[in-house]
């Protein structure tokens, strides 16, 4: 899906650019490079992202009320595509598993717990939860797109089963080791754009 959207957007990106149009970059970052709900869902069609920020993001209260206007915004944008209740259950589904992570954001951004990013754990913490965030959106996108609401409960119950439980728990230590792998992506992109700025001065 996501490369089937990367090139319909891309295309006419292209002749808009051609035309003199300046388009927004629809899929600035790789589906393979997110390890966070909010990060997917700000490089997922950015254009729409855009216009939900300023239309109904900042109306709403912006990140003084996000606990709260993110249940607004995703049922908005599961209307938008269709009124089903398997969009709508996928709206709640995400909102429900994009709560925790903001929450754990914003801890982490307080002045008492500075010192836990400066520990050696901070990092292996990080992709413990980048690997629930990326389990969390696939059970999300599964529950939309797939099962429907009406097998949900069978869905969290196969993924909960022992006889499953090897599975589950290869499928969370892959995303751990995609996410640290992502990390180390990120230093050394910000390694090598500093490098590029120290030559330019």
Known sequence: MWLKFLLIWRFFRFWALVGGVEAVENMPVCINNCYDIEGFWKSWHASFNRWLVRYLYIPLGGHHWRLLNIWVIFTFVAVWHDLEWRLLSWAWVTCLIMVPELVVKF?????????????TFYGELCAIGGAISITGLMI??????????????????????????????????????????????????????????????
Not at 107 to 119: A, I, M, V
Not at 141 to 151: C, E, H, K, Y
């Open 140 to 201: 999300a996108n599964l529950i939309g797109f797939v099962v429907g609401p009406d097998r949900m409960h069978w869905l969290l119950q196969t993924l909960a089963n022992t006889n499953n439980i090897t599975t589950s728990l290869g499928v969370l230590l892959s995303f751990y080791i995609g996410t640290k792998l992502m990390f180390h992506i990120e230093e050394l992109k910000a390694l090598y754009q500093s490098r590029n700025k120290q030559q330019i001065e």
């Open 107 to 119: 801890l982490t951004r307080k002045t008492s717990l500075r010192k836990l990013q400066e520990s």
